[in-house]
T-cell receptor
């Protein structure tokens, strides 16, 4: 069954450093997403991406965050200058259609720890 | 705004016990409702879904019925197995600009042999 692949599975980064989280969505999917879950809290929407541009972003997704699809397969989330409160599990997802009525396919997540 | 509330865990059961994980939602419209499961070391996987009132979603012995009158979507299984140990997330999808999910906090289930 097709998978969404995320790397790395764990990342420890010093505060103030840049970090890039990588995702390979399912090849025929057109819509891509990043969600995050701070420990013990809800899974929160960060950003959606379609046709090589951001469709929607949440209040969390400030100027420190950016997304890119640098080639036909990868979808990356960059945090430019990390803060302690960026520590969370980050999930990438993709879907065939905008509505996601069949559900999104999520990756296994990257656990980001800022020290 | 729209929200999802699910029971806190962890829930610890013996094998073959009956499982209920409660989920209620608040929504202005008529959202689609989902249960996702996350097994250790894996991603969120769609377990089941329901798109309108009174729909019952089912998969792998799990069931949930979309109850509009009680705004609930409780997850049930008649006889759990050790392999069901995972974190279960209730979610709805809503339209605000684009479609996006609202997730509950997740409920960890541990099934003992």
């Amino acid at each position: 069954e097709p998978e969404v692949t995320q790397t790395p599975s764990h990342q420890v980064t010093q505060m103030g450093q840049e970090v890039i989280l990588r995702c390979v969505p399912i090849s025929n999917h057109l819509y891509f997403y990043w969600y995050r879950q701070i420990l013990g809290q809800k899974v929160e929407f960060l950003v959606s991406f379609y046709n090589n541009e951001i469709s929607e972003k949440s209040e969390i997704f400030d100027d420190q965050f950016s997304v890119e699809r640098p080639d036909g397969s990868n979808f990356t989330l960059k945090i430019r200058s990390t803060k302690l409160e960026d520590s969370a599990m980050y999930f990438c997802a993709s879907s065939e259609d905008q509505v996601g009525g069949r559900g999104y396919t999520f990756g296994s997540g990257t656990r980001l720890t800022i020290v | 705004g729209d929200s999802v509330t699910q029971m806190e865990g962890p829930v610890t059961l013996s094998e073959e016990a009956f499982l209920t994980i409660n989920c209620t939602y608040t929504a202005t419209g008529y959202p689609s409702l989902f249960w996702y499961v996350q097994y250790p070391g894996e991603g969120l996987q769609l377990l089941l879904k329901a798109t309108k009132a009174d729909d019952k979603g089912s998969n792998k012995g799990f069931e949930a019925t979309y109850r509009k009158e009680t705004t609930s979507f409780h997850l049930e299984k008649g006889s759990v197995q050790v392999s069901d140990s995972a974190v279960y997330f209730c979610a709805l999808i809503y339209l605000s600009g684009t479609y996006k999910y609202i997730f509950g906090t997740g409920t960890r289930l541990k099934v003992l042999a």
